[in-house]
């Protein structure tokens, strides 16, 4: 399949799961909330060899990279370093990824004053309205150079 497919269908495949989130600390809630961060990662990682396509990006390792792995090499590129540099700060999406994650295995700690922080629909939407848009400045940024 198109890596350019895949990014569509892994997005396809969170949009779904994250309507079906509960947060209700069920089994099944829990498994579809490991899957939507997974549907994410594979789709920045599809992204990545679709936007390496584009640019004829040559590296023979590149495909063997984990995802984050392939956008820091990708950041070499000089008309997309901006853009997905901006990501890698601390309110980009590659940082959000990285806590919806680490609060996923993290549970909630009810005995300190200050408790860590949750995860809500919230954070989960935030994370794909922002992935959706990293999508949108890209594709935009590649049409036009």
């Not at 920045?44 to 495909?63: G, K, M, P, Q, V």
Request: some cysteine.
């Amino acid at each position: 399949m198109d890596p350019k497919e895949l990014v569509n269908l892994y997005l396809d495949i969170a949009d779904s799961l994250l309507s079906k989130l509960a947060l209700n600390n069920s089994k099944d809630d829990d498994s579809d909330q490991y899957l939507f961060v997974l549907s994410i990662e594979q789709s920045l990682n599809s992204l990545a060899d679709s936007i390496a396509a584009s640019i004829n990006f040559n590296n023979s390792d590149f495909s063997s990279y984990e995802y984050q792995k392939k956008w820091i090499e990708l950041s070499s590129n000089s008309f997309l370093e901006n853009i997905i540099k901006n990501e890698f700060s601390p309110n980009g999406l590659f940082n959000d990824l990285k806590q919806v994650k680490k609060m996923l295995h993290e549970p909630v700690n009810d005995s300190i004053i200050v408790s860590n922080e949750t995860l809500s629909l919230k954070k989960f939407n935030l994370l794909l309205n922002r992935y959706k848009e990293f999508i949108i400045i890209l594709r935009k940024s590649l049409e036009e150079c």
